[in-house]
């Protein structure tokens, strides 16, 4: 065995384990909600260069183009974000009832207790300074709008580092993010799932280009219809960000123990 066993949502009573993220509190998760919609608005920003391009008549067509590839992107944060806000207005919903934000202040101190009694973690395989280099490299390239044929996805050889490292350095950098940074450095260890093998993103890429091009053309078939497999790939995606996410969650939690600031 490894350690005792972690503690389930769903034998306190709650739907998920992000229902005791706030210890019961509802405004914890009133103020999630407020940052998710926050950011939802703020990804509209990326339609703005398309709008812009489309302004000038020598151009138009490029920022259509432009304004259909960032528009893709945009929507994905902006609906994603929009569902994470509506879920915590349902968590502070639920929350104000005193049987559940009472279940969901035991769950968060049964997890407690289980994090308490966990073996040792074995030694990381860099230093910390070695670890922080690494993710800035990673980060950097997040920031960059690289190639971008759909609105995530990239080939997994522009990583500056092989995944596995990557991953590598997030656990050793864990324990010392500061509440400030926590939600960005998440989202920055999820987007892993987004770096496709490369033999993958060659007909992830031209799959995006010709439902780009049916919608320029105004062809009845653009959307996901018109690319079955690009649909069921960009779920098989999505479902491996959220993973990854809960990944990350889980081990900041674990880890949390020795944060030393």
């Not at 990326?46 to 020598?58: A, T």
Request: charged share 25%; aromatic share 10%; with cysteine.
């Amino acid at each position: 065995m490894d350690g005792p066993a972690r503690p389930q949502a769903e034998d306190f009573g709650l739907l998920s384990e992000w229902d005791a993220a706030g210890n019961g509190d509802p405004a914890y998760h009133r103020d999630e909600a407020q940052e998710s919609f926050k950011g939802a608005a703020l990804s509209l920003v990326f339609l703005v260069p398309g709008l812009i391009l489309i302004s000038f008549p020598s151009i138009r067509w490029w920022g259509i183009l432009v304004l259909v590839v960032l528009g893709l992107f945009g929507g994905f944060m902006f609906f994603n974000l929009v569902g994470i806000g509506v879920g915590e207005l349902r968590r502070a919903k639920r929350m104000r009832d005193p049987d559940i934000s009472a279940a969901a202040r035991r769950y968060h101190a049964a997890l407690a207790q289980w994090r308490q009694e966990l073996p040792p973690e074995a030694p990381a395989s860099m230093t910390l300074d070695q670890a922080r280099s690494i993710l800035a490299e990673y980060t950097t390239l997040l920031g960059g709008a690289g190639q971008l044929p759909s609105p995530v996805c990239r080939p997994v050889s522009q990583l500056p580092y092989p995944r596995d490292v990557i991953q590598e350095a997030f656990r050793v950098v864990v324990p010392y993010v500061s509440p400030e940074v926590e939600v960005e450095f998440r989202a920055s260890y999820a987007q892993l799932a987004y770096f496709i093998p490369d033999e993958d993103y060659a007909w992830v890429e031209e799959a995006y280009r010709r439902s780009a091009a049916a919608t320029l053309a105004g062809d009845p078939r653009a959307g996901p219809d018109l690319e079955p497999r690009l649909k069921t790939y960009a779920l098989q995606r999505d479902a491996e960000w959220q993973a990854m996410l809960r990944e990350i969650l889980s081990l900041g939690e674990r880890r949390g123990r020795g944060r030393k600031g």
